[in-house]
T-cell receptor, first 114, second 116 residues
Framework: SAVISQKPSRDICQRGTSLTIQCQVD?????MFWYRQQPGQSLTLIATANQGSEATYESGFVIDKFPISRPNLTFSTLTVSNMSPEDSSIYLC???????????FGQGTRLTVV | AQSVAQPEDQVNVAEGNPLTVKCTYS??????LFWYVQYPNRGLQFLLK??????LVKGSYGFEAEFNKSQTSFHLKKPSALVSDSALYFCAVRDSGYSSASKIIFGSGTRLSIRP
């Protein structure tokens, strides 16, 4: 298993600003995944973050809007840039460890853009 | 491309009765299937998984799921529901096996409501 810490747990931001979400894992993992979830809705994969290379973005998500850093095997950040109210959502960090097949999730960051 | 469908937005069951939450999937290779539960204002918790072997897998909190390859289904079940089982349940699928590079795709979710 893995213990994942996300910061901040929630934030209220002004439109046009940017927020960086941090994800810290208690073990080294190859891949980290960033998801977005509207409250009570499904999870949508934003991107897959590989240490030492560019993140891979899913359709509908671009690097300029959601830049991702992955400086080492236990840490990643997701930035939500130039925010609008439509970006209000829960952002979740997820990992799959080498010894398991299932994903483990952080508690999420609840973002409200006003 | 892989996909997963949960045809029911909501399932209502009386406490003590059996429950079933439906899930069907589509992958090009062998599926790795998962169920997660999300309680209000909480993160996702892993319930159970099917990788290979016995088609009936058992997981946390008394839940189990049956893998049916011919019907491409992986329905979640519990013999006797509890009010505390009320939550949002997600079915998920991976297409590439043990490679941690393969992404997990989630269904739309089913809200399970257990009435006393």
């Amino acid at each position: 298993s893995a213990v994942i810490s996300q910061k901040p747990s929630r934030d209220i931001c002004q439109r046009g600003t940017s927020l960086t979400i941090q994800c810290q894992v208690d073990s080294q993992v190859t891949m980290m995944f960033w998801y977005r979830q509207q409250p009570g809705q499904s999870l949508t994969l934003i991107a897959t973050a590989n240490q030492g290379s560019e993140a891979t973005y899913e359709s509908g998500f671009v690097i300029d809007k959601f830049p991702i850093s992955r400086p080492n095997l236990t840490f990643s950040t997701l930035t939500v840039s130039n925010m609008s109210p439509e970006d209000s959502s829960i952002y979740l960090c997820s990992v799959v460890t080498g010894g398991s097949s299932e994903a483990f999730f952080g508690q999420g960051t609840r973002l409200t853009v006003v | 491309a892989q996909s997963v469908a949960q045809p029911e937005d909501q399932v209502n069951v009386a406490e003590g009765n059996p429950l079933t939450v439906k899930c069907t999937y589509s992958v090009s290779g062998n599926p790795y299937l998962f169920w997660y539960v999300q309680y209000p204002n909480r993160g996702l918790q892993f319930l159970l998984k099917y990788i290979t072997g016995d088609n009936l897998v058992k997981g946390s909190y008394g839940f189990e799921a049956e893998f049916n390859k011919s019907q491409t289904s992986f329905h979640l079940k519990k013999p006797s529901a509890l009010v505390s089982d009320s939550a949002l349940y997600f079915c998920a699928v991976r297409d590439s096996g043990y490679s941690s590079a393969s992404k997990i795709i989630f269904g739309s979710g089913t809200r399970l409501s257990i009435r006393p």
